[in-house]
């Protein structure tokens, strides 16, 4: 038991790893791939609508040599889902388009309170006051660390409480997919993975002039450019297969608080790589997010623990009730084969 407690944490350590590294890198090319001081391929549409087309590709591929088998999920399902994960990464990019940086930054903190309050309207999840307490305590130091100016519109803010709630429901969509047909992270991606990329490369340019005014075919594609257009693409393949794995191991709420780790390593890259400017405000609210995360973790422990230790109270409790129930039993039959021959 303790050997298979060991295992599972190396691989939920493993996920989270690999979701932290990939999202990462994910960043830091496409920041060298779309700004003017890089390769200016400002498409991130169609760019997402290539990141999921090398998904769905890598998907095929493993259903075809078996690594992976395909289980049924309704068609509708799948459309539904791949709806909700559009328009999320529509309203991100609209969201920041319209809004300055600080208001972007305050509507994807909301997301964890909104996941929470989903989770509860949707499946009934309640939180502790320790949970509560350090989801509060990220919160603000992700808040110190990133956000400045603020400023917003009111198409802006439309655009923003349409991207926080989809991807909000994504997140918890996909936790409770993976639980309702039993599929794995991998086999439920490279399902979606072609619905999303289809509908992604055909409505992308059309979103990404709508941004930028710059039309694709306009863009002279260079050899640098190219290769970190397949970079972004690779790591997009690690991101997705890893956010699934997250979500599937732990719950859209977890995925939320610890995913803002990846906000203080872009952040601390940022200033090491691009010479970012890393002020004692940003390393305060990064002190204060971190600090938060540990207490979170404790907090989803305790919780654990306090439940199994229910469950332990609870198992021996029926079992000595169902021994009763038996012995009773087997009396109330004797009872009966005696009054039988009495009566005869």
């Not at 799948?78 to 600080?102: D, E, H, R």
């Not at 439940?307 to 009872?335: F, G, H, I, R």
């Amino acid at each position: 038991m303790e050997e298979k407690k060991t295992s599972s944490a190396v691989s939920d350590m493993g996920a989270w790893a690999m979701n932290v590294v990939s999202s990462v890198g994910l960043i830091m090319a496409n920041k060298q791939l779309m700004s003017p001081n890089g390769y200016a391929f400002v498409f991130a549409t169609t760019l997402t609508g290539f990141h999921f087309s090398m998904t769905a590709l890598i998907g095929l591929v493993s259903n075809a040599t078996g690594y992976s088998t395909k289980k049924h999920v309704p068609l509708w399902e799948l459309l539904w889902f791949s709806i909700v994960a559009n328009t999320s990464i529509t309203g991100m990019n609209l969201s920041l388009m319209l809004n300055s940086v600080g208001f972007y930054q305050i509507s994807k903190l909301s997301m964890i309170p909104v996941v929470c309050i989903m989770e509860w309207i949707l499946h009934g999840k309640q939180y502790s006051s320790k949970v509560k307490m350090a989801v509060v305590v990220v919160v603000v130091g992700v808040g110190v660390c990133t956000v400045t100016d603020v400023k917003v519109n009111a198409q802006g803010f439309i655009c923003a409480c349409v991207a926080v709630l989809s991807t909000s429901l994504q997140q918890i969509t996909i936790g409770s997919l993976q639980k309702k047909y039993s599929i794995g992270s991998f086999e439920l991606l490279s399902q979606t993975a072609p619905i999303q990329a289809l509908s992604l490369l055909l409505l992308g340019p059309f979103i990404d002039y709508y941004l930028t005014g710059n039309l694709l075919p306009s863009y002279k594609l260079a050899s640098a450019a190219l290769f970190f257009i397949l970079l972004s693409c690779s790591l997009a393949v690690f991101c997705n297969i890893s956010q699934y794995l997250c979500i599937g191991r732990f719950s859209a709420t977890s995925f939320q608080v610890l995913g803002h780790m990846k906000t203080v390593c872009v952040l601390m890259l940022g200033w090491i790589l691009f010479d970012s400017e890393l002020t004692l405000k940003n390393i305060l609210g990064m002190a204060i997010a971190v600090l938060g995360m540990v207490v979170y973790s404790w907090a989803v422990e305790e919780d654990k623990k306090k439940l199994q230790t229910q469950e332990s109270k609870v198992v021996p409790y029926l079992k000595d009730n169902s021994e009763e129930d038996v012995k009773l039993l087997k009396q109330q039959a004797v009872e009966d084969v005696e009054l039988g021959k009495s009566q005869g």
